[in-house]
Nanobody
Framework: VQLQASGGGSVQAGESLRLSCAAS????????MGWFRQAPGKERDVVAA????????FYADSVKGRFTISRDNAKSTVYLQMNSLKFEDTAAYYC?????????????????WGQGTLVTVSS
């Protein structure tokens, strides 16, 4: 699976952004998909994840109620709708794919990474 992320940018606190990740490869529809982020000087952490069939989702506590992950298997695309953005959401966001939900939703077992897309939130 090859992943191409887009949609990052610079916004004011309280505004919204929508990230997209287009995938190529036949295994997208059976892959768990997610978004990770990495701020300068910090580790890369899972932000949100969605199961291969879109039924199960996971969110980090810091984004619950503000971010929504979704996927369109027909378009081989996963999305991250980010609302009410905060300064602390500033980071490089990475699209990722993995085979095992239990591990992937905890931030492990990622097999494929997309390139990062930068989100900058100014207060």
């Amino acid at each position: 699976v090859q992943l191409q992320a887009s949609g990052g940018g610079s916004v004011q606190a309280g505004e919204s952004l929508r990230l997209s990740c287009a995938a190529s490869g036949r295994s997208f529809s059976t892959s768990q998909m997610g978004w990770f982020r990495q701020a300068p000087g910090k580790e890369r952490d899972v932000v949100a994840a969605i199961s291969w069939n879109g039924i199960t989702t996971f969110y980090a506590d810091s984004v619950k109620g503000r971010f929504t992950i979704s996927r369109d298997n027909a378009k081989s695309t996963v999305y991250l709708q980010m609302n009410s953005l905060k300064f602390e959401d500033t980071a490089a966001y990475y699209c990722a794919a993995g085979p095992n939900w239990d591990r992937f939703s905890k931030g492990f077992g990622t097999l494929y990474w997309g390139q990062g897309t930068l989100v900058t939130v100014s207060s």
